[in-house]
């Protein structure tokens, strides 16, 4: 995941978790039968709540320019330069490669509407189907400058403590409209709880010239009042709309799961100790998080180009047939191909 935080804001740990976040998506993705009944498909949305807390907290930085309309400019100016040139890349790459489906969708991922496209068909787009949530990050950009920048201050915490229930309520809606569970977090709105949490954890932990705050984020507390009030309507909401206990609890998941990885966000930033936090902060962790963005575009083709790369030289006898072999070929290859992007395109743009 991409960010452009400041220096003095940065934190090893973050990139840590970005790492295991990607780790994890592609795991589920390559050993969809191995995931030993943990969630790890879920990493999707760490990725979200990552970026909900540092995009909130460039644009909290953006609230005490004096000239708050320039400074939203740059960051979309900043955002098209660091997100669109790799994803274009690798998206006329698989079309170059007429890898399955690409040809026939790519207007729809081209204008980050990816996950439209598979709400609306109610089917998955095979390699490209990961897309999904960077069309959801795309439209959390457009949206949530005017929110943070130009709400008054003391509107931003039950602001975001409304965004939060968005998530539950819009999964209601698609559920009792019938749309299946894998499906719910593609329709816009579905994943606002994961971004909205980390926008909050960002809130508690904001440092301005005249907010100095120290230690681990402090969550508002109007926030999570509001969260509380919303969620007995959305339950009720999900009782109207004819959804029995278990589908709720479903809907509902999702939100937990956004509340544990906040936390695990919060205290990413003041900084884990023990081991978790030696972990989090190696070089090799950090450089993973770093290039995660990368590995995330790339990962579901990996096999594809791993494929074709032996085959091109006789060499595709070789091509790994169990799937911890294969698994782990495709991450050498993704971290590979990644690095070369990161090094080549993303970080020579990314320091202009």
């Known amino acids: 995941m991409a960010t452009d935080a400041r220096p003095s804001d940065y934190s090893p740990q973050l990139d840590g978790l970005r790492a295991v976040s990607v780790v994890a998506v592609a795991y589920s993705h390559w050993l969809p039968a ?3 009944g943990l969630p790890l498909g879920a990493g999707v949305h760490l990725f979200f709540v990552l970026s909900g807390f540092l995009i909130t907290r460039i644009l909290l930085a ?3 320019r004096p000239q708050r309309g320039a400074a939203v400019a740059r960051f979309y100016v900043r955002r098209v330069r660091r997100l669109f040139p790799a994803f274009y890349l690798v998206l006329a ?7 399955p489906l690409v ?3 790519w207007p729809w991922h081209a204008a980050y509407l990816s996950n439209l496209r598979i709400a609306l068909d109610g089917r998955w787009m095979g390699h490209v189907s990961h897309l999904w949530s960077l069309a959801v990050e795309e439209q959390f950009y457009l949206l949530w400058p005017w929110l943070i920048v130009w709400a008054p201050r003391r509107w931003l915490a039950p602001l975001l403590g409304v965004a939060v229930m968005v998530g539950p309520v819009t999964r209601c809606a698609a559920a009792a409209s019938g749309l299946g569970e894998s499906f719910w977090a593609l329709v816009p709105g579905g994943s606002a709880d994961s971004l909205a949490l980390g926008a909050l954890v960002a809130l508690g932990a904001w440092r301005s010239p005249n907010r100095r705050a120290s230690g681990a984020p402090q969550w508002p507390g109007a926030s999570l009042v509001t969260a509380a009030a919303l969620g007995w309507c959305a339950l009720a909401a999900a009782d109207a709309l004819g959804l029995h206990l278990a589908m709720a609890i ?3 998941r999702q939100l937990l799961q956004g509340i544990v990885f906040a936390w695990l966000v919060g205290h990413a930033v003041s900084g884990f100790g023990g081991p978790a936090g030696r972990l989090l902060a190696h070089r090799w962790s950090v450089a993973l998080g770093r290039i995660s963005y990368g590995v995330y575009l790339i990962h579901p083709f990996a096999p594809l180009v791993l494929a074709s790369a032996l085959g091109a030289v006789g060499l ?5 047939v169990h799937p911890l072999w294969r698994a782990a070929a495709a991450l050498i290859t993704t971290v590979g ?11 020579p743009l990314r320091q202009r």
């Open 316 to 320: 595709g006898m070789f091509v790994p």
């Open 34 to 36: 191995w995931q030993l």
């Open 250 to 252: 479903v809907v509902w």
């Open 337 to 347: 191909l990644a690095a070369a992007m990161w090094r080549l395109v993303e970080r």
């Open 103 to 105: 040809r026939d969708t």
């Open 93 to 99: 790459t698989a079309w170059l490669a007429n890898v």
């Open 62 to 64: 953006c609230r005490d």
